[in-house]
């Protein structure tokens, strides 16, 4: 059974940094394009960031550009969101997901974990 | 950004038959993607590239479209299909969502 499961959530403050992580199992985590999508409160959901199966590629909307970065440890079936420089309008609730594998990073998500809120807040 | 128009909900009766719609502001092709969201619990997948059925999820649910026109359709619909629906396109960076439809049961 495919499941994600996210850490690393809670309150931070604006300009403030935090790392959230998924641990995989059920399947062979390396094989797979992976990303991270958020949903703030009561509101639609955001495509965040995308990594390729060797990590050496990585796709973000502009919106987090330059202050987000995903990152993956194929050895230890993790994936990692480092949030820098957080603003007001990254509250959210983050979830991992897996993109199916029929093409790259332009594949539907197939899985999603149960997600986790962060909150930046002064 | 491409952005994509859902209608913000829908009431309809058990057993009847339902289409939610999506339109496109510039061609996806037919890289769209349709997920279902319950109150509390994280989306999933139930329609692939417009048209192809996800596995495990009922064939009461259907996709079709290409360009910038695109419909889920359920029938029939069941009180346990009550959820968000929301469209997805993967075919012009960033990839964007629409803003979900609620479909609610009388």
């Known amino acids: 059974e495919v499941q994600l499961v996210e850490s690393g959530g809670g309150l931070v403050q604006p300009g403030r940094s935090l790392k959230l992580s998924c641990a995989a199992s059920g399947f062979t985590f390396s094989n797979y394009y992976m990303a991270w999508v958020r949903q703030a409160p009561k509101k639609g959901l955001e495509w965040v960031a995308t990594i390729s199966t060797s990590g050496s590629r990585t796709y973000y909307p502009d919106s987090v550009k330059g202050r987000f970065t995903i990152s993956r440890d194929n050895a230890k079936s993790s994936l990692y969101l480092q949030m820098n420089s957080l603003k007001s309008e990254d509250t959210a609730t983050y979830y991992c997901?897996?993109?199916?594998?029929?093409?790259?990073?332009?594949?539907?998500?197939?899985?999603w974990g149960q997600g986790v809120m962060v909150t930046v807040s002064s | 950004d491409t952005v994509l128009t859902q209608s913000p909900a829908l009431a309809v009766s058990p057993g009847e038959r339902v289409t939610i719609s999506c339109r496109a502001s510039e061609s996806v092709s037919t890289l769209m993607h349709w997920y279902q969201q319950k109150p509390g619990q994280q989306p999933t997948l139930l329609i692939y590239?417009?048209?192809n059925l996800e596995s495990g999820v009922p064939a009461r649910f259907s996709g079709s479209g290409s360009g910038t026109d695109f419909t889920l359709t359920i029938d029939p619909v069941e009180a346990d299909d009550t959820a968000t629906y929301y469209c997805?396109?993967?075919?012009?960076?960033?990839?964007?969502f629409g803003g979900g439809t609620k479909l609610e049961l009388k």
């Open positions: 590239l417009a048209s």
């Open positions: 997805q396109q993967s075919w012009n960076d960033p990839w964007t």
């Open positions: 997901a897996r993109h199916a594998p029929y093409y790259g990073y332009d594949s539907p998500f197939d899985y």
